[in-house]
């Protein structure tokens, strides 16, 4: 009975872990916010426009994240262009114009030993290189 009751423990715990990175879009997200510029220039409202695409809105991206006053967001997809945008959360690992900020893992499988959840990059954060180089002379 103990060893069942341990077993149920495991399998629970090995659970949580895999859901918790099904959501690599949500901790993509917040990613994003921590790494926006501040200051100044930052503070007025929506002065970065992020373009979330479909795979990150699959993936945890949702209303309730959408709270920084610094962006406004967008998941339109027809016409979409990347230079509308100062930031990007999407499933690409390169974009042209873009540098990246951060890349967020997903969940691939759970290893039976040594114990862990397995993740791969599934979606990445970038900033337009326009913003990136006025982030690094000070301008925000």
Request: glycine residues 8%; proline residues 5%; aromatic residues 6%.
């Amino acid at each position: 009975l103990l060893a069942v009751a341990c077993g149920s423990c495991a399998v629970t715990l090995a659970s949580v872990a895999a859901s918790r990175a099904n959501y690599p879009g949500a901790h993509a997200l917040r990613a994003l916010h921590r790494a926006a510029p501040t200051g100044e220039a930052a503070a007025r409202a929506h002065c970065c426009r992020a373009h979330i695409d479909a795979a990150a809105a699959m993936t945890g991206v949702s209303l309730f994240l959408q709270d920084d006053p610094r962006f406004a967001y967008s998941k339109a997809e027809r016409g979409a262009v990347a230079a509308e945008y100062t930031h990007l959360v999407t499933a690409r690992p390169r974009v042209d114009g873009f540098v990246l900020l951060h890349a967020e893992g997903g969940f691939e499988r759970l290893q039976a030993w040594p114990p862990h959840v397995r993740l791969v990059p599934t979606i990445f954060v970038h900033e337009s290189k326009r913003v990136a180089s006025l982030r690094a002379r000070g301008g925000i």
